[in-house]
């Protein structure tokens, strides 16, 4: 699921050109579905950083020539310290942490795998002042073991609670837009028209299926 979506789902569609500091980070970059994310960005010549346990380049994509563009960064998502450098003054933040919901996993581990690192990835972007949050997640089959659900759901929480902090307060975007230099705060939209066409944009979005890390 995406949050504040649609403006942060356009950088994957027809990103407006950016300067080099306001990145689009990815946490859990070397995973599947974040290395495709990443391609993605580079290829619209979005800024990328990749965010990973390991921090390097995955072997599989030595010889990519996009990869070579991504600014490769070692980081724990429980651990936001260890990360929390690579989020200051990016555009926007996407999770994609997780682990498959093998039915042998323990109860435990995957709750942290597919909860606790996603819940503490948002937590993370929205202290750093980042507007936009993407948190990719999944639909759970009913043979879903319960630490695979407990997690999903607990990411899902975390999400929709930095989207009511952002609505309440101000939002997020005011602090990311004063962080990174807008002296203008939140973004505004020009006049109802383009409220319009965002709410178009919103209902043409595909979802994204869960990234296997």
Same mark, same amino acid.
């Given at each position: 699921?995406?949050?504040?979506?649609?403006?942060?789902?356009?950088?994957?569609?027809?990103?407006?050109?950016?300067?080099?500091?306001?990145?689009?980070?990815?946490?859990?970059?070397?995973?599947?579905?974040?290395?495709?994310?990443?391609?993605?960005?580079?290829?619209?010549?979005?800024?990328?950083?990749?965010?990973?346990?390991?921090?390097?380049?995955?072997?599989?994509?030595?010889?990519?020539?996009?990869?070579?563009?991504?600014?490769?960064?070692?980081?724990?998502?429980?651990?936001?310290?260890?990360? @929390?450098?690579?989020?200051?003054?990016?555009?926007?933040?996407?999770?994609?942490?997780?682990?498959?919901?093998?039915?042998?996993?323990?109860?435990?581990?995957?709750?942290?795998?597919?909860?606790?690192?996603?819940?503490?990835?948002?937590?993370?972007?929205? @202290?750093?002042?980042?507007?936009?949050?993407?948190?990719?997640?999944?639909?759970?089959?009913?043979?879903?073991?319960?630490?695979?659900?407990?997690?999903?759901?607990?990411?899902?929480?975390?999400?929709?609670?930095?989207?009511?902090?952002?609505?309440?307060?101000?939002?997020?975007?005011?602090?990311?837009?004063?962080?990174?230099?807008?002296?203008?705060?939140?973004?505004?939209?020009?006049?109802?028209?383009?409220?319009?066409?965002?709410?178009?944009?919103?209902?043409?979005?595909?979802?994204?299926?869960?990234?296997?890390?």
């Amino acid at each position: 699921a995406s949050f504040m979506r649609p403006r942060a789902w356009r950088l994957l569609e027809e990103p407006p050109p950016l300067p080099p500091t306001m990145s689009v980070v990815v946490i859990g970059g070397n995973g599947f579905v974040g290395t495709n994310v990443l391609k993605q960005l580079v290829k619209k010549g979005v800024p990328a950083v990749s965010i990973s346990r390991s921090g390097t380049l995955p072997k599989q994509l030595a010889k990519e020539e996009w990869a070579a563009a991504v600014k490769w960064t070692a980081g724990d998502a429980t651990e936001p310290e260890t990360y @929390a450098a690579s989020l200051e003054g990016a555009r926007a933040v996407i999770v994609a942490v997780g682990s498959p919901p093998i039915p042998t996993s323990d109860l435990a581990w995957q709750i942290k795998m597919n909860g606790t690192t996603n819940a503490m990835a948002v937590e993370a972007a929205g @202290a750093a002042g980042v507007g936009r949050v993407v948190l990719l997640g999944a639909t759970c089959p009913e043979w879903a073991p319960e630490g695979y659900v407990k997690g999903k759901a607990m990411g899902e929480a975390a999400a929709m609670k930095f989207v009511e902090e952002a609505v309440s307060g101000g939002g997020a975007e005011d602090k990311a837009a004063s962080s990174s230099g807008g002296g203008g705060g939140a973004e505004e939209d020009d006049d109802e028209e383009d409220d319009d066409e965002e709410e178009e944009e919103d209902d043409d979005d595909e979802t994204i299926e869960e990234p296997y890390f």
